[in-house]
T-cell receptor, first 108, second 113 residues
Framework: DAKTTQPPSMDCAEGRAANLPCNHSTISGNEYVYWYRQIHSQGPQYIIH???NNETNEMASLIITEDRKSSTLILPHATLRDTAVYYCIANNNNDMRFGAGTRLTVKP | EPEVTQTPSHQVTQMGQEVILRCVPI?????FYWYRQILGQKVEFLVSFYNNEISEKSEIFDDQFSVERPDGSNFTLKIRSTKLEDSAMYFC???????????FGPGTRLTVL
């Protein structure tokens, strides 16, 4: 699995877009980029994943650079309930290797 | 909406005892996983299970651990002789295939005294 690098923490104002970056410069061609989050000590929650195209679902958008060495998770209108640790994972098999993630704090 | 369930929510045991953690994955899913999270640390992959056998396991998943799908609905993690350092949250997850999202359960908090 490719190593990923994320900032340890970020703040975002409620109602604004939260843009969470992730570097995965050693990603290989068949590795997907997955994003999960963990609210407090609950089980991780899947957000979105992609291979090379940008993806959007009801929760978020995923922007992957053309060289696939980095990506950005966008929460378009962050709410207080989006406060969580966000994990970016790059892999091509079914064992998710979680790093330390980014602790996002949404402030009123 | 279907969800992964886990029992018990909290298990307290004495060091050296065997524990079995239980999970009911989402019914049409084919891949099953166990992860653990020691308090304050990151989520760690333990094992994945497909077609009634282990498909991947981490270095943490040693001979003390075993998994089983005893019937069509349950997926269990057994720790044969618990150690203090096994105290953690244990999360079960399931997915419909190997490339799609994994759905996590709420976890079982294991405390080894």
């Amino acid at each position: 699995d490719a190593k990923t690098t994320q900032p340890p923490s970020m703040d975002c104002a409620e109602g604004r877009a939260a843009n969470l970056p992730c570097n995965h410069s050693t990603i290989s061609g068949n590795e997907y980029v997955y994003w999960y989050r963990q609210i407090h000590s609950q089980g991780p929650q899947y957000i979105i994943h992609g291979l090379k195209n940008n993806e959007t679902n009801e929760m978020a958008s995923l922007i992957i650079t053309e060289d696939r060495k980095s990506s950005t998770l966008i929460l378009p209108h962050a709410t207080l309930r989006d406060t969580a640790v966000y994990y970016c994972i790059a892999n091509n098999n079914n064992d998710m290797r979680f790093g330390a993630g980014t602790r996002l704090t949404v402030k009123p | 909406e279907p969800e992964v369930t886990q029992t018990p929510s909290h298990q307290v045991t004495q060091m050296g005892q065997e524990v079995i953690l239980r999970c009911v994955p989402i019914s049409n899913h084919l891949y099953f996983y166990w992860y653990r999270q020691i308090l304050g640390q990151k989520v760690e992959f333990l094992v994945s299970f497909y077609n009634n056998e282990i498909s991947e396991k981490s270095e943490i998943f040693d001979d003390q651990f075993s998994v089983e799908r005893p019937d069509g609905s349950n997926f269990t993690l057994k720790i044969r002789s618990t150690k203090l350092e096994d105290s953690a949250m244990y999360f079960c997850a399931s997915s419909p295939d190997s490339y799609n999202e994994q759905f996590f359960g709420p976890g079982t908090r294991l405390t080894v005294l």
